[in-house]
DNA sequence: GAGTTTGAAACT
DNA sequence: CAGTTTCAAACTC
């Protein structure tokens, strides 16, 4: 079923992965803050986010069919890295905990959009009805033909210890985990929650990619003994249950079918036991799969991978999304500021889980599919979507970073899984590098992840911005740990601090240090980069100016030519003219030696010179006769 | 492009 | 925490 709507389209391009959560209460506010599409920033308002990436939202609407006193509102979530806009919306129930530490590398729009009470959401196309613990639901998924959406419903009564006594939840939480069939992604896993996040991702990674139709299974296994069943809900043949014991949430999946098939259509739905120490089942009396589950593996075939050179065509249809708190995290919490990109967290010890996934990451992901999709899904291709996105890096502004061309590393020895690799250090994969046995990517995901997570065994804001705001009364900038250079005098490269344009402060151990603000070296240093930059500056103006005017001559001539009254540059710049304008200038670059000019005025002089040649040929060449160059 | 220098990261 | 080794980038020729 193909339900976006031309408008949702300019929206939704589903190369964006977004982590999604959704609060359905039965009780809504009667108007939010988000509503109309519009997002205000709490008074949690997170951090804004240094990257240039734009996110461009993906839409998932989910309407509760219950009675009009307790229908829902549905919710719009998406992200953005639009620094202006907040994480949390007051009205949602969004819990600003777990929003608002990810907005630390995340930015979240959160729209409400307001659920006419009296429409019939059943007859609208995309709909689903779901009903985890007894309890019916109508999913609507807005995407594209082919997404596949995971949603992590409530566990009914969802504290620890309830037990039995799940048989409502409410607030009704959802959470979209996952928003199309997007394969390629695996978060990463920190923590304690590695164990469950390592359930979710395998979760998306092996059932939401592996659906093909009109293979019936009962039960199936994916993931390891942590995934045991799936529970085909009767109510729909494109939802399915998963089980994820270890979670307090059903995962239901939804999967819209692929354009010009109806049966590709499935859903999973998961329980968690972590509470119940016995995985619920839900509408087990109701089990009928109409979908098969097949191994991730046959799937992989499918998997967008990143875009070569030569332009290679994506034909999959899938894509993933990915996982988003819609509840706080506490005991993990306080280190969310110390994940690095592509960190996952997922739910386990009684926790939420949510995915962080900072949008260079997806920017990185989508970068190798967006445009092959984008013009294969008929989707407008906004321009900044494919700009590269990434933290700051040594300290370079947003835009310095944004202006700056993704530099490939070249490592060797490290595989891109040690700090030594700049990619990885930023939280970039590996794209167009150098690299030899490059495991900074999504291939090895796994050693990615030992390798993050020994970072921050090792330094815990291994992955944070090196460059940070000073103390009260300091430069706004500087190095966090500072630098120890000892022969550099901390005016080269090797410095970091010199390489992010800063000073060297209280914090550096450098010896010898010459980048300090009254350094004399330092200042001519800075001069000679200044002078240098303006003369590339010049440069540039001059060549764009002459390139100009030569094309205007052209095209000035070009009538003349088609007239028969003109003559075009060649026929006028010929090699006597040619030679006697180097002899000009040679002449010119002796005057200037001979006066003892620095080389810059002689270069003036000589490009004077060359200017004065130049009008002597344009005016000579209205002329019938031979142009004539005279110094 | 090869070789050297440098300092951060990793290791002991 | 200090000393050493490894590594990749910066730099030089």
Redesign the pocket.
């Known amino acids: 079923m193909d339900v976006v709507s031309p408008e949702l389209n300019i929206l939704l391009p589903d190369e964006i992965m977004d982590t999604e959560a959704i609060v359905m209460d039965d009780d809504p506010p009667a108007e939010s803050p988000a509503a109309s599409g519009q997002s205000q920033p709490s008074d949690d308002a997170p951090i804004p986010m240094e990257t240039d990436v734009l996110a461009v939202p993906e839409i998932v609407s989910l309407c509760s069919d219950a009675p009009p006193t307790q229908r829902t509102q549905a919710l719009t979530t998406s992200i953005t890295t639009d620094s202006t806009l907040c994480s949390t919306t007051s009205a949602t129930h969004l819990t600003s905990g777990g929003l608002q530490k990810l907005s630390a590398n995340h930015q979240i729009i959160l729209n409400k959009v307001a659920s006419s009470p009296g429409a019939d959401t059943t007859r609208s196309p995309g709909t689903t009805t779901i009903t985890p613990g007894g309890q019916k639901f109508m999913v609507t998924a807005i995407g594209k033909s082919g997404q596949s959406i995971v949603l992590q419903l409530p566990h009914t009564g969802s504290k620890p210890g309830s037990g039995q006594g799940e048989a409502k939840a409410n607030p009704q939480h959802f959470k979209v985990l996952t928003i199309g069939g997007r394969t390629d992604l695996k978060p990463v896993m920190v923590g304690q929650a590695v164990s469950s996040a390592s359930q979710i991702s395998t979760l998306q990674a092996q059932q939401l990619k592996t659906v093909q139709p009109m293979k019936p299974v009962q039960t199936v296994t994916v993931g390891g003994p942590q995934f045991k069943t799936i529970f085909p809900l009767s109510t729909s043949s494109n939802v399915q249950q998963i089980q994820v014991p270890g979670s307090r949430f059903h995962y239901v999946r939804l999967v819209t079918a692929t354009t010009g098939s109806s049966t590709g259509q499935a859903g999973s739905h998961c329980t968690n036991s972590s509470m119940t120490a016995k995985p619920m089942v839900v509408n087990t009396a109701q089990v009928r799969m109409s979908v098969p589950i097949i191994p991730a593996q046959t799937m992989k075939q499918v998997v967008p991978k990143p875009l070569t050179s030569s332009g290679q065509v994506l034909t999959t249809q899938t894509q993933q999304r990915l996982i988003m708190p819609a509840t706080p995290l506490p005991q993990i919490q306080p280190n969310l500021t110390n994940l690095p990109p592509g960190t996952m967290l997922a739910p386990g010890s009684g926790n939420m889980g949510y995915t962080v996934l900072p949008a260079h990451y997806v920017t990185q992901l989508q970068q190798s599919a967006y445009v092959t999709l984008a013009s294969s899904s008929g989707f407008p291709t906004p321009t900044g979507i494919q700009t590269q996105a990434r933290l700051p890096l040594n300290g370079l502004s947003t835009s310095d970073a944004a202006s700056r061309p993704r530099?490939p590393?070249?490592?060797?020895?490290?595989?891109?899984l040690?700090?030594?690799?700049?990619c990885f250090?930023n939280g970039e994969f590996c794209q167009s590098c150098n690299?030899t046995n490059c495991f900074n990517n999504l291939e090895h995901e796994t050693e990615r992840a030992k390798a993050i997570k020994?970072?921050l065994d090792?330094?815990p804001e291994?992955f944070k911005p090196?460059i940070g705001k000073g103390k009260e009364g300091e430069s706004d900038r500087r190095h966090s740990?500072g630098?120890?250079?000892?022969?550099?005098?901390?005016l080269?490269?090797?410095?970091?601090c010199y390489?992010a344009k800063i000073m060297c402060s209280s914090t550096c151990k450098?010896v010898g240090c010459k980048n300090f603000e009254e350094s004399p070296e330092r200042k001519t240093l800075m001069h000679l980069a200044d002078a240098a930059e303006v003369r590339v500056q010049q440069q540039t103006a001059a060549k764009t100016k002459l390139s100009s005017q030569i094309s205007d001559l052209f095209t000035r001539t070009t009538p003349a030519i088609t007239s028969g009254g003109g003559r075009m540059p060649f026929t006028f710049v010929t090699k006597e003219v040619a030679e006697a304008t180097c002899e000009c200038l040679l002449e010119q670059a002796e005057q200037a030696e001979l006066i003892q000019q620095p080389q810059a005025t002689a270069e003036r002089m000589i490009l004077e010179e060359f200017g004065r040649c130049l009008m002597r040929i344009i005016s000579s060449a209205g002329k019938t006769d031979c142009p004539s160059i005279n110094c």
């Open positions: 530099k590393c070249n490592c060797n020895k490290s595989q891109c040690k700090l030594y690799c700049d250090a690299c020994a970072c090792r330094n291994a090196k740990k630098c120890n250079c000892k022969r550099s005098g901390c080269k490269n090797y410095c970091e390489e450098c």
